[in-house]
């Protein structure tokens, strides 16, 4: 979502006392991944003047008495606290450390007092974590890693949490996806507060595109949401993976959970942080790219296989979600991959997703790595540590539809 220049001079209009838009605070918290914390520190705090990139103030600011402890033992004195935060234009929260800690109250108070004083709020990964326990984004739209969606959906029923989106821009409260999508907000913000051409010269220097197409669906695992398995719904929705080969409806599962639709629609959205159907299409449309790509199934044997009605309703909805036609996409992803690994790859699939029909499957759990767009991030820390996928590597064909990497 995009912010126009109206709104963003109407935004700057109504910054109050000492606060300059051209003041960036960074917040930081102990326990926080030094990955995202780096993004806004390196968009924000270098002088680029001289590749034609406007100059921004930083000002890194500690959200409790440090040192503050991050990944890999670090530990970083700040050379500001809270009351700087009095000064900024724009408040950046990078990843916080725990979905299930409670942000320090004394730093809550400092961001709603900045935002009601016209500051723009901005919170990377998990960093809405601590945007929602300000109730920065009660009633608005909002995203976060797709690891985590569900557990802010179902903690702050009053945000509206997208998955499906890189960020999200709501005027004066921003939020994105994981790691790399706060280098594309970052980017946003730059283009948003000084033209295409600054952001442009500024992923130059990044080495990074200036704006990358399409959303997290791509990326989504078929893992079971966090929080999910002492949820009544854990079992219809495990069924559901096991049985994506099978034609069946969102009336059908609904029945399976002992609700009524309308019932059975707004726990699921508050338990994953997405409609039913649109989560039940995803999945079957995930299993078809796996299936692509490890087996020599026919498009038509793949659509009936992934519980499509239709081959035409598999490359629909396969279209829309990554932007080719199945042929196309199998096409370019054996183009880049050795034909013994799709050739192995396809006897161990076979193990575990079962034929048309069958009545057994797997549980929703992780296919594993043969999938490029299915890597899982582990539970502490969202996608630290993944492997870069091979699509990426320089002089490789990227899949039709698939995000170039940072």
Same mark, same amino acid.
């Given at each position: 979502m995009s912010q126009d220049s109206a709104t963003a001079t109407e935004a700057a209009r109504k910054l109050t006392g000492r606060r300059r838009r051209e003041v960036v605070a960074v917040?930081?918290?102990?326990?926080?991944?030094i990955f995202e914390s780096s993004i806004p520190l390196s968009v924000f705090g270098i002088?680029?003047?001289?590749?034609?990139?406007?100059?921004?103030?930083?000002?890194?600011?500690?959200?409790?008495?440090? +040192?503050? /402890?991050?990944? =890999? #033992?670090? !530990?970083?004195?700040?050379?500001?606290? &809270?009351e700087a935060i009095s000064r900024?234009?724009?408040?950046?929260?990078?990843a916080w450390r725990s979905i299930t800690s409670p942000p320090p109250a004394e730093a809550l108070d400092a961001l709603r007092r900045a935002h009601e004083e016209g500051a723009r709020i901005v919170g990377l990964c998990t960093g809405a974590f601590v945007l929602a326990a300000a109730g920065l984004l009660d009633g608005r739209p909002a995203t976060t890693h797709w690891m985590y969606a569900p557990t802010l959906a179902k903690r702050y029923p009053s945000v509206h949490v997208d998955p499906r989106e890189l960020f999200v821009d709501d005027g004066d409260v921003l939020t994105s996806a994981g790691t790399a999508a706060g280098i594309d907000l970052c980017l946003h913000i730059v283009r948003t507060d000084h033209g295409t051409e600054a952001a442009g010269a500024l992923a130059?220097?990044?080495?990074? +595109?200036? /704006?990358?197409? =399409? #959303?997290? !669906?791509?990326?989504?695992?078929?893992? &079971?949401?966090?929080?999910?398995?002492?949820d009544p719904l854990a079992e219809v929705v495990a069924w559901a993976l096991e049985h994506l080969h099978e034609q069946f409806d969102v009336e059908t599962l609904a029945a399976r959970a002992y609700m009524s639709r309308r019932t059975f629609d707004r726990r699921f959205r508050s338990l994953t942080g997405s409609a039913p159907l649109q989560w039940l299409i995803t999945q079957r449309v995930l299993q078809a790219q796996r299936l692509l790509e490890t087996s020599d199934y026919s498009v038509d044997e793949v659509a009936g296989r992934c519980g499509f009605r239709s081959p035409?309703?598999?490359?629909?909805?396969?279209?829309r979600q990554l932007g080719s036609s199945p042929a196309a996409y199998r096409a370019a992803y054996r183009a880049r991959r050795p034909q013994g690994v799709a050739e192995s790859a396809a006897t161990v699939l076979e193990t575990v997703v079962p034929s048309q029909g069958s009545p057994s499957g797997r549980r929703g759990a992780s296919m594993g790595s043969s999938a490029p767009v299915s890597i899982a991030a582990s539970a502490g820390s969202p996608e630290h540590s993944l492997p870069v996928p091979d699509a990426y590597v320089p002089g490789r064909p990227a899949l039709p539809g698939q995000r170039s990497a940072p």
């Open positions: 917040l930081l918290f102990s326990g926080g991944p002088d680029r003047q001289d590749a034609g990139v406007p100059r921004y103030r930083l000002l890194v600011c500690g959200g409790e008495d440090g +040192p503050l /402890r991050t990944t =890999g #033992g670090l !530990e970083l004195t700040t050379p500001y606290g &809270l900024a234009g724009t408040v950046v929260v990078p130059r220097r990044l080495v990074v +595109p200036p /704006r990358r197409s =399409g #959303g997290q !669906e791509r990326y989504l695992d078929r893992s &079971l949401p966090e929080e999910i398995g002492s035409v309703a598999l490359r629909g909805h396969f279209r």
